[in-house]
């Protein structure tokens, strides 16, 4: 079936150590999102890529950067973990802009220690 | 800018029994909306979704929704819950002139008691 995939499912870093987490979709689809999801809270977006285009959200911090090496593939990198950025990372993708319905992975689970 | 307050953050209900689960969103423009659950330790699944046309909508499983343009609502409404509809569930809107970037309500934690 077509889907999104998130690898790997949980995650454990050191404080301090980059760590990157990945996305793939086989749904074809143009724009990929990342959200981060802190326990008990609503999913907020870091940034998206419509096709190769980049798009950083004002208030993500610079820790968190993301790559997209071809459609189905997608990254994100967070150079130097701090306990704060302990979360469930969502990665989602939709088909075009004008096609607005979002498929959201199951989530990485990134525990800082 | 967009948001969306979904006024009840956990919502206790006996199975078999109706349940709403509430949600209001501000906007200067149009908006599309959505309903997702999400169950432990899972991403995200969409429940139903309001683009245009008829104001109410529904889901396979029982769940509907109704856009309220005059109340700025979007309720999510099922007549009777099972035990495996304990989940969160997210209310969110997205602007239809950008990214699809999704605004989401505080979450509303759904407890079926048998």
């Known amino acids: 079936d077509a889907m999104v995939i998130q690898n790997p499912r949980y995650q454990v870093t050191q404080f301090g150590k980059p760590v990157t987490l990945s996305c793939s979709q086989t749904?074809?689809?143009?724009?990929m999102y990342w959200y981060q999801q802190k326990s008990s809270q609503a999913p907020k977006l870091l940034f998206h890529?419509?096709?190769?285009?980049?798009?950083n959200e004002a208030d993500t911090p610079d820790n968190f950067q993301s790559r997209r090496p071809n459609t189905s593939f997608c990254f994100l990198d967070i150079r130097s973990p701090g306990l704060g950025d302990a979360a469930m990372y969502l990665c989602?993708?939709?088909?075009?802009?004008?096609?607005?319905?979002?498929?959201f992975g199951q989530g990485t689970r990134l525990t800082v220690v | 800018a967009q948001s969306v307050t979904q006024l009840d953050s956990q919502v206790p209900v006996f199975e078999e029994a109706p349940v709403e689960l509430r949600c209001n969103y501000s906007?200067?423009?149009?908006?599309?909306l959505f309903w997702y659950v999400q169950y432990p330790n899972q991403g995200l699944q969409l429940l139903l979704k309001?683009?245009?046309?008829?104001?109410l909508v529904e889901s396979i499983n029982g769940f509907e929704a109704e856009f309220n343009k005059s109340q700025t609502s979007f309720h999510l409404r099922k007549p009777s819950v099972h035990i495996s509809d304990t989940a969160e569930y997210f209310c969110?809107?997205?602007?239809?002139?950008?990214?699809?970037?999704?605004?989401f309500g505080a979450g509303t934690r759904l407890a079926v008691h048998p």
């Open positions: 969110a809107v997205s602007d239809p002139g950008g990214y699809n970037k999704l605004i």
């Open positions: 890529y419509y096709d190769k285009d980049f798009n």
């Open positions: 989602a993708t939709s088909r075009d802009h004008g096609q607005p319905e979002a498929f």
């Open positions: 749904l074809n689809h143009n724009v």
């Open positions: 906007s200067s423009v149009s908006v599309y």
């Open positions: 309001y683009l245009s046309g008829s104001t």
